[in-house]
């Protein structure tokens, strides 16, 4: 019996483990009773695995049982949020929000859940964006290019100017990992579309409230990006990261992936993806 256990374990193929900062294996429950003490709460996701949009569901609903939540997401864009509003409330239908606001091309099956989830509970779901035309004149032109806009478009930005720091890590990465394509400006891009993230997710928090936001891994990585925003405006704010990595064996987190949250969701790269 012994021997035909261990034959077992060994044949194991988990889809994910989860771990801490230091690397050590927790459970999806005990992460969530610590982390529903926060805030806030920055899930880094890889846009296409189907795990962790899994994971995030199951956060939402877990969650749920132990506090009043709020939600928002960096698929939303801040011009979109009048649509996204009347659809939570059921005011429209979905063919209707299909048409009024640009939803990503994996929204039936990644995001759709997470929406139609605070619809049946009458959740607020922040659309916190700056929508991409403007992040993309950023990456072209500078925060100079922003100055050009209307009152109505810079309502849908973080207050200009915004703080920039240059030498964050996140921030100077970027440069280095496109070889110096795309100059000083490709950062500068990120980071009006993390300034922008931060301001709305401040202005739809609800003091008591427990905030899941929903963002790219890298917007929130080493607990820089958004987050590294939030706590420029909000330093009393507890902010609590998970993130999704893709390893080849998810028995052990690399050390290249230990402390980039204080979550790790470790899926394994032959787990399908969503697209």
Known sequence: ??????????????????????????????????????????????????????????????????????????????????A???????????????????????YPTDYAPLVNFAKENKIVFAADNIPRRYASLVAKGGFAALDTLSAKEKSWIAPLPIVYDPELPGYKNMIAMMGGHGGENLPKAQAIKDATMAHFMLKYYQPGSLFIHFNGSYHSENHEGIVWYLKKAKPELTISTIQVVSQKDVKKLLAENKSKADYIICVDEDMTNTY
């Open 1 to 82: 019996m012994l021997c035909f256990t261990a034959t077992v374990f060994a044949q194991d193929k988990p889809a994910y483990i989860l771990y801490n900062s230091k690397g050590k294996k927790v459970s999806f429950g005990k992460m969530v009773d610590k982390i529903s003490q926060s805030d806030i709460i920055m899930f880094g996701e890889l846009h296409n695995n189907a795990i962790g949009h899994w994971l995030q569901l199951e956060l939402v609903k877990d969650a749920k049982e132990k506090r009043a939540l709020v939600l928002g997401a960096e698929m939303f864009e801040q011009d979109n949020q009048e």
């Open 84 to 106: 996204l509003d009347l659809y939570v409330k059921g005011e429209i239908k979905q063919k209707a929000l299909d048409s009024m606001a640009r939803l990503w091309k994996n």
